[in-house]
C-alpha cells in the first residue's frame, strides 16, 4: 500500500501520530450520547473531538519513567512490575510471566436456549413470556416458509423456474429473529432469510412472481430467483457475493446514527462460510469503530455449500470472534424460536439504547441443500441430514411447546398445512402465467435518467423489433 | 500559463486543489447529508490537502477517518448512499479503488438496476488516477513543496489510469476534470447527482493554477455531466484529451500553429457519458482525429472513441484516427523510462502531423 517517506521533522511524526489513536480510551458512553443527540454539539464537538484525540496522545509521546529502563537489580522489586504503562491504545499492566493466549479455551461459549428438545422451557429468569397470540402466528410463519420452500423447489425441478434455495431447517432462526425485530429496522440479508420477508408482510404472490421474473415482479425480471427485495418492507435486494452486505449494513447504520434515529437499528444477516470473507472484518471493525446500532446475525449451520465448518475457521465458532473486534456477543440455538426470539429482543435493545453493535452467532444446521444445483448427499452423510430434518426440527419442537400450552393441535395443523398449500400452488400458477417484464425495462434505473446512449439503443431495439416480429414471439415481450 | 481562447481572462485564479476543497466545503455545507470519509482525509487533512480545514468546520461526524480497508469503506459508503446519506468515498490514489471495485460495481453502479428501481446510490468515488509524481518536480509542484514538505510516492506498480476500467460499466458515470473550473464544477455536478460517479483527478495537477471565470466562483455552479468543452477551436485537426493530457494536447497546438496546423483541442470531461456529439462534430469539421490518453492502449478510452468516430462519421475522415496512449506495459518508475512510458508533447504533435499527412520520421 502507501509507501511514507518522511523527512525528519518532528512535527511530521507528531502529525502522522494524531492520526486514528486509541478511541477505545477517549469515547465513554456518555460522549458519544451527548455529542449525537445535542444538535449543536455539532459545531462543538469537532473541537471537544480533536482536543480528546490529542489528550490520549500526549502519553504516546513517551512520559516514562526513566526507572523503566533501568538494569537487572531492580528485577527484584515486585511494585516496579505491577506498574502499568500507557502504550497507543490504553494501558496495560505488565507481567513477568510469559504465557501464550491457548487457540482454545477449555470450554466452548454455550449455547443459550429457552425450549428442550420435548418442548418445555429450561430457561432462567430472563425469559419473558411470549403471548399466544404471537406464538401462534410465528408456528404458522413457520409453516408457511416450509411449504413455500417444498412447491417452488419442486418447480425448480419441474423446470417451471431455473432456480431455487430452500431454509430447511432454519425456520425458527428466520422468524425467530423476524419476530423480534420492528419494522422500521433495516434487514440486510444474505439469501436464506425470506422468512424475515414473510414476517413482514411480502406475500407468496410476491415471492413466486420474483422467482418467475415476471411483471409483477419488484425487481422486473432482473435478477435469478430468490433475489427478493422490498424498500416497502425494508428488506434490502439480495446480492449473491457473499458479505458484501456486512459494510453495506455499517453504513446504512451510520446513517440511521447521523439521523439520531433512536428506535430503529440495522440487522445483518450472514452465514458460517461469509465469516471468512474481508468485507466480515471490515463490517465488523467499522460498527465497532464507529458505533453505530446493528446487530450481526450468522446463521452458522454448520456447511457453506460442500464446505464444513471445520474447513472454514478454526476458532470456537464465530462468537468469539465478537470480542476480537470489540464486539459484544452471544450463541444461541438457532433451532429454538423462542431462544432466537429472546436474544434477538435483547440485541435490538443494546444495538440501540448504547449505539453499538452486537453479534449474535445462532447454531442451526442446513437441511437441505445449498441450492437447487447442489446434491448434499455427495459430500455429507445422508443419515446426518436425516437426523437433523426429524430428530432436530425446529418447527416439531416449537409446536410441542405451543400445543403444551393448548394453543394448537394436530387438527389446526393440518388445516393450515393445507391452506397454506393451496395458496402457494395458486400463487405459483398466477405468477408462472403472468407476462414478462415489459423490454423498456431493459434500460431503465441504469441511471437516474436515461443517457442519450441507452435512449438510441431502445430506439433501436424498438426498430428491430418491428422489423423483424418473427425473432421476438409477441406473447412473452411486449413494448 | 495556457491560453485560453473564447473566455475573458479575469482576475481569479485557483489551483485544482483549491477549487476541490471550495467545491467540497460549498455542498457540505449546502447539504447535511453529504460526507466525506477516506483514509487521512481529516485529521491529516487529506492525503493530498483536498480536505485541508473540512475536519475543524464539519466535525468527526462528516469527515471521516477510515481504517485501512478500502473494501470496508466502499461498501460502507454505499450502505449509507442506499439510506440517504450522500458519501464521497475518498481514495488515496484509484489503484487502491481495486481493492474495492466489487463495491465499486457491484454494490454501487448495478444497485438501481438490480432492485429494481428501489434502491438508488448517490455516491462519489473520488481520488488522483494515472501517473504521479516522478523524481522530477514540474514547476508546479514548487509551491506545493514548500507548504506540504513531504511527498507520498508509490511503487511503480500502482501508477495506472483507470479511465477506461469505471467507463466501460453501465450504472456508473465517469468524470475527469482538468482546469480548476472543471474541477468544481464536475464535482459539485457530481456530489448533486443521484447516480454513483467516479471523479478521476490527477495528483499533478491539484498544484496547478487556472483562472476561473465569475460564473465558476457561484456556490451553485455545476457544469453538465455528459458534455465535453473545446479548449481551443481549430479547423484543421481534432485532438481529443482528458485530465492532465489535456495540457499536453493544448501545448501540442500551439506548436503545431507556428508550423501552419490548427488544431481543435477537445477536454473531454466527461468519460460516461461520452460526449459522442461533441466528438463526432468536430471531427466531420476538422476531417482529422487524434486521441490521447494516459492509460493503457488495448480497450480504452481512444479505443472507444475511434470506434464510436469510425461508426459516426466514417465519411468524414480524411485519415486513419490516430491514437497515443500510454505504453503496454507496468508504469516502470525511473524518469527517463517514465518519460517513454507516458505520451509526451511531442507524440502528440507527430501524431496530428501524420494525421495532416506532413511527412514526420516515425
Redesign the interface.
Known amino acids: 500500500m502507501a509507501l511514507w517517506l518522511r523527512r525528519s521533522s518532528k512535527h511530521i511524526i507528531k502529525n502522522l501520530m494524531y492520526s486514528n489513536y486509541c478511541r477505545n480510551n477517549i469515547t465513554t458512553k456518555t460522549t458519544t450520547a451527548a455529542s449525537f443527540l445535542n444538535e449543536k454539539a455539532d459545531v462543538v464537538s469537532p473541537v471537544f473531538f480533536v482536543g480528546r484525540r490529542f489528550e490520549s496522545t500526549k502519553a504516546a509521546e513517551m512520559r516514562i519513567d526513566p526507572q523503566f529502563y533501568s538494569s537487572e537489580e531492580d528485577e527484584d522489586h515486585d511494585d516496579l512490575l505491577n506498574q502499568g504503562m500507557d502504550f497507543p491504545g490504553g494501558k496495560v499492566m505488565f507481567t513477568s510471566e510469559m504465557s501464550f493466549i491457548s487457540e482454545h479455551s477449555d470450554k466452548r461459549i454455550p449455547c443459550y436456549r429457552v425450549l428442550n428438545d420435548h418442548g418445555e422451557i429450561v430457561s432462567d429468569e430472563s425469559y419473558q413470556q411470549v403471548s399466544r397470540e404471537l406464538a401462534t402466528r410465528m408456528h404458522n410463519s413457520m409453516i408457511t416458509l416450509q411449504v413455500m420452500d417444498t412447491f417452488l423447489y419442486e418447480a425448480q425441478r419441474q423446470g417451471r423456474i431455473s432456480f431455487y434455495m430452500t431454509s430447511n431447517g432454519e425456520e425458527a432462526v428466520n422468524i425467530g429473529s423476524a419476530a423480534a425485530l420492528s419494522y422500521d429496522d433495516i434487514i440486510f440479508p444474505q439469501y436464506r432469510e425470506p422468512g424475515v420477508l414473510l414476517w413482514r408482510g411480502f406475500t407468496l404472490q410476491e415471492f413466486a412472481n420474483q422467482c418467475f421474473g415476471n411483471r409483477a415482479d419488484y425487481g422486473k425480471g432482473r435478477q435469478m430467483p430468490i433475489h427478493y427485495g422490498s424498500k416497502r418492507h425494508n428488506f434490502f435486494t439480495i446480492s449473491s457475493p457473499i458479505a458484501t452486505q456486512l459494510p453495506q449494513a455499517v453504513g446504512a447504520a451510520y446513517s440511521l446514527k447521523m439521523d439520531n434515529k433512536k428506535d430503529a437499528c440495522v440487522v445483518a444477516f450472514m452465514g458460517d462460510g461469509c465469516t471468512s470473507e474481508g468485507d466480515f472484518h471490515a463490517g465488523m471493525n467499522f460498527a465497532a469503530v464507529m458505533e453505530v446500532p446493528i446487530v450481526f446475525i450468522c446463521r452458522n449451520n454448520g456447511w457453506a455449500i460442500s464446505t464444513p465448518v471445520s474447513d472454514q475457521f478454526r476458532s470456537d465458532g464465530v462468537v468469539v470472534k465478537g470480542p476480537a473486534y470489540g464486539i459484544q456477543s452471544i450463541r444461541v440455538d438457532g433451532n429454538d424460536a423462542l431462544a432466537v426470539y429472546q436474544v434477538i429482543r435483547a440485541a435490538r435493545n443494546i444495538a440501540i439504547s448504547e449505539q453499538k453493535p452486537v453479534l449474535v452467532e445462532a447454531l442451526t444446521y442446513r437441511v437441505g441443500h445449498h441450492s437447487t444445483s447442489d446434491d448434499s448427499t455427495k459430500y455429507r452423510p445422508i443419515d446426518e441430514i436425516t437426523h437433523w430434518k426429524m430428530a432436530k426440527n425446529p418447527l416439531a419442537r416449537f409446536r410441542q411447546w405451543i400445543e403444551k400450552n393448548g394453543w394448537w393441535d394436530e387438527e389446526r395443523d393440518s388445516e393450515a398445512r393445507n391452506t397454506i398449500k393451496q395458496e402457494v400452488i395458486q400463487a405459483i400458477q398466477v405468477a408462472e402465467r403472468m407476462e414478462k417484464p415489459s423490454l423498456l425495462e431493459l434500460f431503465t434505473d441504469v441511471y437516474d435518467k436515461p443517457t442519450n446512449d441507452l435512449q438510441e439503443q431502445e430506439t433501436s431495439l424498438r426498430e428491430t423489433i418491428q422489423r423483424h416480429p418473427k425473432d421476438y414471439p409477441a406473447f412473452t415481450y411486449s413494448l | 500559463m495556457l491560453r485560453i481562447l473564447r473566455r475573458k481572462s479575469l482576475p481569479v485564479s485557483m489551483t485544482v486543489r483549491e477549487a476541490l476543497n471550495s467545491a467540497l466545503d460549498e455542498e457540505m455545507a449546502a447539504d447535511p447529508?453529504v460526507?466525506l470519509m477516506g483514509e487521512?482525509v481529516?485529521?491529516?487533512q487529506g492525503?493530498y490537502k483536498i480536505s485541508k480545514g473540512l475536519?475543524?468546520?464539519?466535525?468527526?461526524?462528516r469527515v471521516?477517518?477510515?481504517?485501512?480497508?478500502e473494501?470496508?469503506?466502499?461498501?460502507?459508503?454505499?450502505?449509507?448512499?442506499?439510506?440517504?446519506?450522500k458519501?464521497i468515498v475518498e481514495f488515496?490514489t484509484f489503484n487502491?479503488s481495486m481493492q474495492a471495485i466489487?463495491?465499486i460495481i457491484?454494490?454501487a453502479a448495478k444497485?438501481?438496476?438490480?432492485?429494481?428501481?428501489?434502491?438508488?446510490v448517490p455516491i462519489v468515488f473520488r481520488g488522483p488516477n494515472g501517473a504521479a509524481a516522478g523524481v522530477g518536480a514540474q514547476h508546479s509542484q514548487a509551491s506545493y513543496w514548500q507548504e506540504f514538505?513531504?511527498?507520498?510516492?508509490?511503487?511503480s506498480y500502482a501508477t495506472q489510469c483507470y479511465a477506461a476500467w469505471y467507463g466501460s460499466c453501465?450504472?456508473v458515470?465517469v468524470l475527469s476534470p482538468y482546469s480548476s473550473e472543471d474541477a468544481r464544477g464536475l464535482l459539485k455536478a457530481a456530489i448533486r447527482?443521484?447516480?454513483p460517479v467516479v471523479f478521476l483527478e490527477n495528483e499533478l495537477l491539484y498544484g496547478e493554477s487556472f483562472p476561473v471565470s465569475e460564473a465558476a466562483l457561484d456556490a451553485n455552479f455545476c457544469l453538465p455531466v455528459?458534455k465535453a468543452n473545446i479548449e481551443r477551436e481549430g479547423q484543421d485537426v481534432t485532438i481529443t484529451a482528458f485530465s492532465k493530457m489535456v495540457g499536453y494536447a493544448l501545448k501540442a497546438a500551439d506548436i503545431l500553429e507556428k508550423e501552419g496546423i490548427n488544431a481543435e483541442v477537445i477536454n473531454l470531461r466527461s468519460i460516461r457519458?461520452?460526449d459522442?456529439?461533441t466528438i463526432n462534430n468536430s471531427v466531420r469539421k476538422t476531417n482529422r482525429l487524434v486521441t490521447v490518453e494516459e492509460g493503457f492502449p488495448q480497450h480504452g478510452v481512444c479505443a472507444e472513441i475511434s470506434a464510436s468516430v469510425n461508426e459516426d462519421s466514417f465519411d468524414y475522415l480524411d485519415a486513419p484516427i490516430e491514437r497515443i496512449t500510454g505504453a503496454d506495459v507496468p508504469m516502470p518508475y525511473a524518469v527517463n523510462l517514465e518519460k517513454m512510458a507516458l505520451p509526451q508533447v511531442e507524440d502528440i504533435v507527430r501524431a496530428a502531423k501524420r494525421a495532416c499527412y506532413g511527412y514526420v520520421p516515425k
Open positions: 447529508t460526507f487521512e481529516g485529521e491529516y492525503a475536519l475543524d468546520k464539519y466535525g468527526p461526524r471521516v477517518d477510515t481504517p485501512i480497508t473494501a470496508g469503506f466502499t461498501g460502507l459508503g454505499c450502505g449509507a448512499a442506499y439510506y440517504g446519506l458519501p488515496m487502491f466489487d463495491h457491484n454494490s444497485t438501481y438496476y438490480m432492485s429494481g428501481g428501489q434502491i438508488s514538505p513531504f511527498v507520498i510516492t508509490f511503487p453501465p450504472g458515470k447527482d443521484p447516480d455528459g457519458p461520452l459522442r456529439a
